[in-house]
């Protein structure tokens, strides 16, 4: 494994901080496994959801499915313990 960085949580200990993480801001916990696409998307859907509260509580089901999401994708990550993301180390 020289000259290669694994990039995420592999652990179970972080995989739990991830999801306290997810349960109180989604994303965080998300961008702590790794995914980060899927991290800046759950972010996002936080100020979307804030926005469409005053359409006639839209915000709230988009709030709680955003969160919904965000715990899953924990979960998903906690189940297969041997997925992580690898690159390649920078030569500086």
Same mark, same amino acid.
């Given at each position: #494994?020289?000259?290669? !960085?694994?990039? +995420? ?18 994303? *965080? ?5 790794? $995914?980060? +696409?899927? %991290?800046?998307?759950?972010? #996002? *859907?936080?100020? !979307? ?6 359409? +006639?509580?839209?915000?709230?089901? =988009? *709030?709680? %499915?955003?969160? =919904? ?7 998903? %990550?906690?189940?297969?313990? +041997? ?5 390649? $180390?920078?030569?500086?």
């Amino acid at each position: #494994m020289a000259g290669r !960085v694994a990039v +995420g949580a592999t652990r179970s200990t972080f995989k739990f901080f991830a999801f306290i993480l997810n349960f109180f801001v989604p994303g *965080l916990g998300t961008i702590f496994i790794g $995914r980060i +696409g899927t %991290a800046i998307i759950q972010l #996002m *859907l936080i100020p !979307v959801g804030v926005l469409l509260i005053p359409f +006639g509580g839209l915000g709230f089901l =988009v *709030l709680i %499915a955003n969160w =919904v999401w965000s715990l899953t994708t924990v979960v998903q %990550a906690w189940r297969h313990p +041997g997925v992580i993301y690898v690159r390649e $180390r920078s030569r500086r």
